[in-house]
């Protein structure tokens, strides 16, 4: 069964692990090409896990790291987080800056001293070369995403602060001449060139879609949360669910329509902000 986290308006999709009986067919949704990746939820199991050393307790699922062929700017990972694990020093590099989005449970997150609780939906910015610890004091398995970049020095510039808070508590941007129907909630500030990723969540009522082939330099990596959509992606129709993940190289052209009957929802990251190095 599905397990989906949902607190308010907002819903997570949060199963993964487990091993697929004998008599299941092996034909899935999983694709990799040279402009795309899907990872399909059902793939997500207890065989493809892997240990960070850094960790007690704790099981991740890479998603994405830098490979020839496809994303290089950044990695992410779904972690697990057992009751009484975590980190008291989760970074082994220091020039690496880390976004933390939990999808269940509750995670304790240490930032220069300051301890913050995070629930669902709740998420932290964790500047490079920052001392910072996370840990699962509760009762029951926290999971979150786990974005990692090494940070892009801009002269003239200071490095970003920590950023801790809800997405619940920020006000979705509509896009233009869509009647709110295709919205972004940004989690960083875009303007502050200081940052050199964002971290989003789009939410498409049912029906709404993306009318364009968007072609651009940003990669992407994208989690869906909630819902499901046909996504373009190169050539290719696509059709995602709750629990997939697409990460996308520089220039993939992209679109969706968003099927319903729940809004189509999904974790978004970009690189931005930073001049083209040659």
């Not at 913050?116 to 029951?140: C, D, I, R, S």
């Not at 974005?147 to 892009?152: G, L, V």
């Not at 129709?237 to 697409?246: H, L, P, T």
Request: aromatic letters at 10%; proline letters at 6%.
């Amino acid at each position: 069964m599905s397990k989906i986290q949902t607190r308010g308006d907002a819903s997570y999709y949060t199963n993964y692990g487990g091993h697929p009986p004998q008599t299941d067919l092996l034909t899935d949704r999983a694709i990799v090409t040279e402009a795309y990746t899907v990872i399909p939820r059902g793939v997500l199991r207890d065989i493809v896990t892997s240990v960070f050393p850094e960790w007690t307790g704790t099981r991740a699922w890479v998603l994405n790291r830098p490979v020839a062929g496809g994303s290089t700017t950044f990695a992410q990972s779904i972690v697990e987080v057992a009751p009484g694990g975590g980190s008291d020093h989760p970074e082994p590099q220091a020039e690496v800056q880390s976004f933390v989005f939990v999808v269940s449970g509750r995670l304790t997150v240490s930032i220069d001293g300051a301890v913050h609780t995070l629930e669902e939906g709740g998420f932290a910015y964790v500047p490079a070369g920052t001392a910072w610890q996370a840990h699962n004091n509760g009762v029951e398995v926290a999971t979150f995403h786990w974005i990692r970049k090494r940070y892009e020095v801009l002269a003239g510039v200071a490095a970003p602060a920590p950023v801790v808070g809800n997405e619940r508590d920020i006000e979705p941007g509509a896009m233009p001449e869509t009647e709110g129907k295709w919205r972004t909630t940004r989690m960083l500030d875009p303007q502050d060139v200081a940052f050199d990723f964002g971290v989003n969540i789009v939410t498409f009522e049912p029906g709404a879609s993306i009318p364009f082939a968007e072609t651009h330099v940003m990669e992407h990596g994208l989690y869906v949360l909630e819902g499901k959509a046909v996504y373009r992606l190169n050539a290719d129709w696509v059709e995602v669910e709750a629990g997939d993940y697409m990460s996308l190289r520089a220039f993939c052209p992209q679109a969706c329509y968003a099927g319903g009957p729940s809004n189509f929802r999904y974790l978004l990251y970009k690189d931005q902000n930073r001049q083209i190095a040659l």
